[in-house]
């Protein structure tokens, strides 16, 4: 009885805290189900209406994998929308406690990791790289805790998850000159890891879309490594497979967005800034038809202002302009992106 009641003073408040704090109005007659909220965020981008429907399935289904599910949506709106503090402070709440306890053990050890990746895409978010490190090692020491002849796909694809992030978190500290040697050494170990295993083992609708975003990483690692050679290989294999990955899910623009990000990632390193300046812009077309993502959108900004020089006068105000622009879309992303 108690129990309940703190969860229904749990709900209500988060209700007022996201409605006043974030704009996200929790619609008790929604009616949402999983379908409707993964549409709007997969394949519509809108993000906080998503988190509407996340919410009502979390607060209505019985079936406690349902909440566990319904609950990691809601948090991965938060983040989509670059809401740190308030994502943290869902995870550390009751209701994710409650839902945990609910479970078998097995589920339990398997929601728990998804709990601590969440938490170490937050640190990524906030470029604390060593606490994303941190926080996905734990979400692999959580999964080992299920002995591996009893793993199905879905602790497949979750280990998988934690080797690309912990990729991404050695790239982070190189990207911001800490041991960059060594950490682009374990980047690329850590990326080529999650690769194979979503070649070999993932057979999911986004498929290509994963090994896309092998290859763009390990592109990144190459060029923060000034080796052009195998940067080209990786932006060549990652378009070729955004590419694929579009043409079976033509709603989904995002793929073709990121597609354009790492050849102007690439351009601007290795080749001129006007073909930077194209991709991007088209980068930036693409996020804006698929919808609210704020991350990718400054990234495409960020991306068209570092292709104009601060020392050419002419050039100065271009830059300023693409800056401001990323600074009010995804602050974040924003800080992120110019911290190296």
Known sequence: MFAEAKLEGVKLLTKWYFGRKLGIVLDDDVN?????????????????????????????????????????????????????????????????????????????????????????????????FKGSERYFREAANKLSNIPKDEWSSKEHELWSTTRHFLGRAHYGQAFLGEDRKINIEWAVKFFQEAYRLDRDEY???????????????????????????????????????????????????????????????????????????????????????????????????????MTYRKQIPWELPQKIHYYREAAKVGPGAFKRLLGG
């Open 32 to 128: 949402g189900t999983l379908e409707t909220a993964k549409e709007l965020d997969q394949g519509q981008g809108n993000f906080r209406e998503a988190a509407n429907h996340y919410f009502y399935v979390m607060n209505s289904a019985d079936n406690p994998l349902i909440k566990a599910e319904a609950s990691l949506g809601v948090e991965q709106q938060l983040i989509n929308i670059n809401a740190f503090p308030q994502a943290l402070r869902f995870l550390d709440g009751h209701m994710v406690s409650y839902i945990a306890s609910s479970l078998s053990y097995k589920d339990q050890q398997i929601y728990l990791a998804q709990i601590e990746g969440k938490k170490g895409w937050i640190a990524d978010g906030m470029m604390d």
């Open 203 to 305: 057979q999911g609708e986004n498929r290509y879309g994963k090994l896309g975003f092998g290859h763009a990483w390990l592109a990144r690692c190459a060029i923060l490594a000034d080796d052009e050679d195998v940067a080209d290989f990786h932006v060549g294999s990652a378009v070729s497979n955004f590419g694929l990955q579009t043409m079976i899910t033509q709603s989904n623009k995002s793929y073709l967005a990121h597609s354009y990000l790492i050849e102007g990632e690439f351009d601007l390193k290795f080749g001129s800034r006007e073909a930077a300046r194209r991709h991007y812009e088209e980068s930036l077309t693409a996020w804006q038809e698929h919808g609210q993502h704020p991350n990718g959108e400054a990234a495409a900004l960020i991306g068209l202002g």
